[in-house]
């Protein structure tokens, strides 16, 4: 199976700041026919399910808004939040869908300083 | 408005057996992959797994952790997926979702729980 390794586990970043989240992945998640990378990104907060935020490593879904980033290829992504709001306090998971199992990092969880 | 909708979960004695339902609405689901995660109380996402569309011969499969004791199904016609728990373990005690999959999970229910105690 593939193994996916979140860093860190947690974070405190102050209000305005930018915070970023690692994902690591034990083999690569780069399908070369279509050249994309197998990982989703998700965000969830306190009794609700998770939100897509993207699929693709890097490809932002409807809504999301723009100080969210993702980037990264092959084995080593991050999740990036320009200007902290306080609205982002949540858990942050990747998940890779290059081959089942689908595994899912085991989360950073994200506050404010 | 799309949605997904889980149901079913309860209260169950280890050894026992259960299953949830997924019902779904506002979009077409006879040609969606549907997945199952579980997550237990303060605890991540852990993958169960997945129904493939009849296009893709309704293909599952398992997290090992759950393989031979649960099952997934559907049936396209009632718009509603299914996990069947069979030879459940107090470790199985968890919040169970489950998620569209669109290039990622993007669909997903409020979820329900599975508590297995004696």
């Known amino acids: 199976d593939i193994v996916v390794t979140q860093s860190p586990d947690s974070l405190a970043v102050s209000l305005g700041d930018r915070a970023t989240i690692n994902c690591k992945s034990s083999?690569?998640?780069?399908?070369?026919?279509?050249?994309?990378?197998?990982l989703a990104w998700y965000q969830q907060k306190p009794g609700q399910p998770p939100k897509l935020l993207f699929h693709?490593?890097?490809t932002r879904e409807a809504g999301v808004p723009e100080r969210f980033s993702a980037s990264g290829s092959g084995t080593e992504f991050s999740l990036t939040i320009s200007s902290l709001q306080a609205e982002d306090v949540a858990v942050y998971y990747c998940q890779q869908y290059y081959i089942t199992p689908d595994t899912f990092g085991q989360g950073t969880r994200l506050e404010i300083k | 408005e799309e949605q997904v909708v889980e149901s079913g979960g309860d209260l169950v004695q280890p050894g026992g057996s259960l299953k949830l339902s997924c019902v779904a609405s506002g979009f077409t689901f006879s040609v969606s992959a549907i997945h199952w995660v579980r997550q237990a109380s303060g605890k991540g996402l852990e993958w169960v797994g997945r129904?493939?569309?009849?296009?893709?011969?309704?293909?599952?499969a398992y997290a090992a952790s759950v393989k031979g004791r649960f099952f997934i199904s559907r049936d396209d016609s009632k718009n509603t997926a299914y996990l069947q728990l069979n030879s459940l373990k107090t470790e199985d005690t968890a919040v169970y979702y489950c998620a569209r999959l669109n290039y990622g999970l993007d669909v997903w229910g409020p979820g329900t729980t599975v508590t297995v105690s004696s």
């Open positions: 129904i493939r569309t009849k296009t893709n011969s309704y293909a599952t």
């Open positions: 693709w490593a890097s």
């Open positions: 083999q690569s998640l780069l399908y070369s026919s279509n050249n994309k990378n197998y």
